[in-house]
């Protein structure tokens, strides 16, 4: 799950030029690294709408970028009340016009996803609008497009939990997006709301694994939000699930 900045531009960059798709591409192949998708966050529930548009604009840079280098999917963020930041919630999130400016800006992306044919992957977060894997599947079905996809991780299911209460909330998020996933993600948090490398904390990994392949996702497994020492054991306990 590539990001821009990782290639020297910005994350929503306002062009992509030809030597920067080469130099992607060239060492996506020498690495032997396949890019499974390209991050494309902007607020799109932020209050202020011109600030939107930019972010809608910069998305279909994203999207281009994407179809040109191959990479079948886009990620989102559903976006947020906060100004200052997307990922922070917002007690106002819950106000149905927060919705509603979020699924207006989806509506606008999908419309440039099918012109390019790439799929966009929302992701429920505790601090979007799209929470739950319910939020998720309704907007779906509001949107009413194939190129509308899921990227589930287990740890933004919840804040607080129990091994027990994450496994079942897990569970009920995978059987309630069954055939909609398109990229699992493998992040886990401590029973106290902090996140933690995967493995070390209440999400139950081999239960998720077991669960998404019984549902029959066959799709990327993408970890983040851990040290490049910390790498190679997170490697090693994922393919020992996979």
């Known amino acids: 799950q590539f990001n821009l900045a990782c290639a020297g531009l910005p994350s929503m960059p306002d062009a ?4 920067a798709l080469d130099a992607i591409a060239a060492a996506s192949k020498a690495c032997g690294v396949a890019l499974a998708a390209l991050s494309g966050t902007y607020n799109m529930a932020h209050p202020d709408r011109t600030v939107r548009d930019d972010g809608l604009r910069r998305l279909g ?13 886009v990620t989102l963020c559903t976006g947020t009340r906060n100004a200052d930041d997307q990922w922070a919630y917002h007690p106002d999130n819950t106000e149905p016009s927060a919705w509603d400016d979020m699924a207006s800006e989806m509506e606008k992306a999908l419309q440039l996803a099918e012109r390019h044919g790439v799929d966009l992957g929302i992701e429920p977060e ?11 599947m309704r907007l779906i079905a509001e949107m009413g497009s194939k190129k509308l996809r899921i990227v589930l991780d287990p740890a933004n299911l919840f804040e607080q ?11 009920a998020a995978v059987e309630r997006t069954a055939g909609h996933v398109a990229m699992a993600h493998a992040k886990d948090r401590f029973a106290d709301g902090r996140f933690a490398t995967a493995g070390r904390g209440v999400v139950d990994f081999a239960d998720f694994i077991a669960r998404l392949k019984a549902s029959g996702f066959d799709g990327p497994l993408v970890t983040h939000g851990l040290s ?11 393919k020992g699930l996979v």
């Not at 490049?228 to 994922?238: D, G, I, K, N, T």
């Open 16 to 19: 992509v030029q030809k030597d």
């Open 61 to 73: 840079v994203v999207i281009k970028t994407a179809a040109e280098l191959s990479v079948p999917l």
């Open 126 to 136: 505790q601090a979007n609008i799209v929470t739950s894997a319910s939020d998720a």
């Open 161 to 171: 939990a129990s091994p027990a209460e994450a496994r079942a909330i897990v569970a």
């Open 228 to 238: 490049a020492e910390e790498a190679p054991s997170v490697a090693r306990f994922l």
